[in-house]
């Protein structure tokens, strides 16, 4: 571990990445500067976390695509296997944790911002014992996924491959749990290109060792699920080493006893993180499965999984000023400056709008030559240019209300944005899809127009007024009061708790 001078050495290099310090009343220091310059500085900050965001997002999709595709050679079956084990399965829990995980950048995002640092490697364990009792629960779907996908309407010979797979796939499973807090235990300290490294290294690890356990090997499907495995737990090892070998000094001392102190707060702040996340990232496949039940529904489903995989791709960079809004928002609010949290939200919602507008211009230009990048069938093609208009304003949609979410996170507002989640999706957005979709014979169409109307627009709608009418100085307020309820004061006598 690094000697107490290291880290005192180290504190003015940290320092230099933190917010500058301004009075509690959040006026800034210099009134004369410009708005232009403002600006500048003010993306500098947000792009250092949002550039290695969107890469290191990109990498982990492209790290599914990557064993997908090898699988993809061995037969129908097994890339049916693989898909659903990884899209349904794995998917289903994938939501949960990631949003659990987003609990950090609340506490560790204020507590950096208010200079308590030592308290971001207590959050990161309180955060891993949380998400790892959390991965025990969930594992009885690993173990049952066969009878679930059978239930679910699957064929027999895929949902028993599914299951065999599924069970492969537990180790990475487990590998969430550590890696989504070591990602944000990083990121709130603008540590983000060490994040875009490690995934740059894994996406080449999960490149060989699918190539390896596949047709070297010739492991066939099995191999692709140990693949998966070895890449996620590579980038476990990748971030855990550099945030406990003396990179972040100050962050990390070492492992401790307080880590079991207060966990039912934190579990109650992780359960409502993970519930906000989880309740939209079910919302999208639920599209898809009641897609699949209408009648002559193959076309749809291929259109609508053309118009899904451009949005996934795209919703990379919106799910990055997620990141890293909750950061900025969460920094700036627990280094009491209520101004430059409210000037970074202003500053990152116009950017990703900016984005946002930029490919949905570019969908209706292109609406009719986009689904040629996945299917020659004119069918498909003739479904999907129907459908480009929906599509590019759900990418205008989600332009804005990642970053309005992570506003959100990063004051803690997660429990309300879980109600507002459940309201906009479940109750107006889902029984206004189906209305439109079997009771005015929109099909496909109205389906989705139905979910994105009443389920993404209204929750942006609401999610803007909310923060539109917070009171900034109170939510700077309330992070100095959550930064004390949730810190204790570093003491000569604490190194005795420490397992160096």
């Known amino acids: 571990m690094a000697s107490s001078k290291d880290r005192d050495e180290n504190d003015d290099l940290t320092l230099s990445l933190l917010p500058e310090p301004l009075p509690q009343n959040g006026a800034h220091e210099n009134k004369n500067e410009s708005l232009s310059i403002r600006v500048w500085t003010e993306t500098k900050k947000l792009w250092q976390i949002v550039g290695p965001a969107i890469f290191s997002r990109l990498a982990s999709y492209t790290m599914n695509v990557i064993t997908?595709?090898?699988?993809?050679?061995?037969?129908?079956?097994?890339?049916?296997?693989?898909?659903?084990?990884?899209?349904?399965?794995?998917?289903?829990?994938?939501?949960?944790?990631?949003?659990?995980?987003?609990?950090?950048?609340t506490l560790c995002g204020q507590a950096f911002g208010a200079k308590r640092y030592h308290m971001l490697g207590i959050y990161l364990q309180?955060?891993?014992?949380?998400?790892?009792?959390?991965?025990l629960l969930l594992t009885p779907v690993y173990i049952f996924a066969t009878p679930i996908l059978k239930l679910l309407g699957q064929a027999d010979?895929?949902?028993?491959?599914?299951?065999?797979?599924?069970?492969?796939?537990?180790?990475?499973?487990?590998?969430?749990?550590?890696?989504?807090?070591?990602?944000?235990?990083?990121?709130?300290?603008?540590?983000?290109?060490?994040?875009?490294?490690?995934?740059?290294?894994?996406?080449?690890?999960?490149?060989?060792?699918?190539?390896?356990?596949?047709?070297?090997?010739?492991?066939?499907?099995?191999?692709?699920?140990?693949?998966?495995?070895?890449?996620?737990?590579?980038?476990?090892?990748?971030?855990?080493?550099?945030?406990?070998?003396?990179?972040?000094?100050?962050?990390?001392?070492?492992?401790?006893?307080?880590?079991?102190?207060?966990?039912w707060e934190f579990t109650k702040l992780s359960a409502a993180s993970?519930?906000?996340?989880?309740?939209?990232?079910?919302?999208?496949?639920?599209?898809?499965?009641?897609?699949?039940?209408?009648?002559?529904a193959t076309i749809a489903v291929d259109a609508l999984s053309v118009c899904m995989t451009i949005n996934g791709w795209e919703l990379m960079i919106p799910l990055a000023?997620?990141?890293?809004?909750?950061?900025?928002?969460?920094?700036?609010?627990?280094?009491?400056?209520?101004?430059?949290a409210k000037f970074a939200t202003k500053v990152s919602v116009v950017e990703s709008t900016v984005i946002g507008v930029f490919f949905c211009v570019l969908i209706m230009a292109f609406h009719d030559k986009i689904a040629y990048i996945f299917t020659s069938s004119s069918a498909v093609l003739e479904a999907v240019d129907e459908m480009a208009y929906l599509l590019a304003i759900t990418i205008l949609l989600n332009s804005v209300q990642p970053v309005l979410s992570g506003v959100a996170v990063g004051s803690g507002w997660q429990a309300w944005v879980a109600y507002i989640n459940l309201f906009c999706y479940y109750i107006v957005g889902?029984?206004?899809?189906f209305l439109m979709g079997w009771v005015f014979n929109l099909s496909i169409g109205g389906i989705w127009g139905?979910?994105?109307?009443?389920?993404?627009?209204?929750?942006?709608?609401?999610?803007?007024?909310?923060?539109?009418?917070?009171?900034?100085?109170?939510?700077?307020?309330?992070?100095?009061?959550?930064?004390?309820?949730?810190?204790?004061?570093?003491?000569?006598?604490?190194?005795?708790?420490?397992?160096?």
């Open 274 to 296: 993970g519930v906000m996340l989880c309740l939209e990232n079910w919302y999208y496949r639920i599209l898809i499965l009641m897609t699949g039940n209408l009648k002559n």
């Open 157 to 263: 010979d895929v949902a028993e491959l599914s299951g065999v797979v599924a069970l492969w796939l537990l180790p990475l499973h487990f590998s969430f749990a550590f890696q989504f807090p070591l990602q944000r235990f990083l990121q709130c300290q603008l540590k983000n290109i060490v994040i875009a490294w490690v995934s740059l290294v894994g996406l080449l690890v999960n490149a060989l060792v699918s190539w390896l356990f596949i047709y070297v090997l010739d492991y066939g499907v099995v191999g692709a699920a140990i693949a998966l495995d070895i890449s996620w737990w590579f980038l476990v090892f990748g971030l855990y080493v550099y945030a406990a070998c003396g990179w972040c000094p100050q962050t990390w001392t070492g492992f401790s006893m307080q880590a079991f102190s207060g966990l």
């Open 430 to 433: 889902l029984p206004l899809g």
């Open 68 to 105: 997908q595709a090898f699988a993809g050679h061995l037969g129908e079956v097994q890339l049916a296997s693989i898909s659903i084990a990884n899209t349904v399965i794995v998917g289903f829990n994938f939501g949960l944790l990631l949003g659990m995980a987003s609990a950090l950048e």
């Open 126 to 135: 309180r955060s891993w014992i949380v998400l790892f009792l959390c991965c």
């Open 450 to 500: 139905g979910m994105i109307f009443g389920g993404t627009g209204l929750q942006t709608l609401i999610l803007a007024i909310i923060t539109i009418r917070r009171d900034w100085e109170k939510e700077a307020e309330k992070a100095n009061q959550r930064v004390l309820q949730w810190s204790t004061p570093k003491t000569d006598n604490q190194s005795e708790e420490q397992v160096h």
């Open 321 to 340: 000023f997620f990141a890293g809004t909750g950061v900025r928002v969460a920094n700036e609010l627990g280094a009491g400056n209520w101004k430059g």
